[in-house]
């Protein structure tokens, strides 16, 4: 069984970095094609591709965040974590992780955490 | 960026009826299109890959179709449950987009 989780700040402030974990099962990050992309969805908004880490370490960014975002991965303990800098208010939105299996899936994201909100306080 | 545009933005239909969702690549991407159903408060939930493969688990009145820069989602006799936002994401060239979601709700 498969399944992935997002943990970290519910709460951030302007400025601040953000730093979110995705703890997953049921498959390992260093089977060749494997990868876990980052996903997110401000409320009422639609979804918005941020970034994905390989099998191989190979790293894949949002060219609009490419410079705020970096993707990690601590294959022992079958997690990534997500950092974004420089965090705004605009950056409210339902942060997700998801399992893609390159080339078979073509891009697609067949496993999805549950999410997780981050929001902003003053 | 590859850029999906999708149409219509909201769609409203009676149980029975047949729906088509179109997306639209700003260039082409092969069959590398994906078709995702989300729900209020939940994750996407795949249903179409390689643009017209069948995700295990889901239904036969969903189809996908097309290649290069348009592709379509039907669903060919609307069910209760299938009333939800509809989302297209093209995958080509690892730099990843989603179309602007479809909503189908209730006639």
């Known amino acids: 069984q498969i399944t992935l989780k997002e943990s970290g700040p519910t709460l951030v402030k302007p400025t601040q970095t953000l730093t979110l974990t995705c703890t997953f099962s049921?498959?390992?990050?260093?089977?060749?094609?494997?990868?876990v992309g980052w996903i997110r969805q401000p409320p009422g908004k639609a979804l918005e591709w941020l970034g994905t880490?390989?099998?191989?370490?190979?790293?894949r960014y949002s060219p609009s965040l490419k410079t705020r975002l970096t993707i990690t991965r601590d294959t022992s303990k079958n997690q990534v974590v997500l950092t974004m800098t420089n965090m705004d208010p605009v950056d409210t939105a339902t942060y997700y992780c998801?399992?893609?299996?390159?080339?078979?899936?073509?891009?697609?994201?067949?496993?999805w955490g549950q999410g997780t909100l981050v929001t902003f306080s003053s | 960026d590859i850029q999906m545009t999708q149409s219509p933005s909201s769609v409203s239909a009676s149980v029975g009826d047949r729906v088509t969702i179109t997306c639209r690549a700003s260039?082409?991407?092969?069959?590398?299109l994906a078709w995702y159903q989300q729900k209020p408060g939940k994750a996407p939930k795949l249903l179409i890959y390689?643009?017209?493969t069948l995700q295990s688990g889901v239904p036969s009145r969903f189809r996908g179709s097309g290649s290069g820069t348009d592709f379509t989602l039907t669903i060919s006799s609307l069910q209760p449950e299938d009333f939800a936002t509809y989302y297209c994401?093209?995958?080509?060239?690892?730099?990843?987009?989603f179309g602007g979601g479809t909503r189908v709700d209730i006639k």
């Open positions: 260039q082409g991407i092969s069959n590398w």
């Open positions: 998801a399992r893609t299996v390159y080339p078979a899936l073509k891009g697609a994201f067949d496993y």
């Open positions: 390689g643009a017209s």
């Open positions: 994401q093209q995958g080509d060239n690892f730099s990843l987009t």
């Open positions: 049921g498959f390992t990050l260093g089977t060749t094609g494997v990868g």
């Open positions: 880490i390989y099998w191989d370490d190979d790293k």
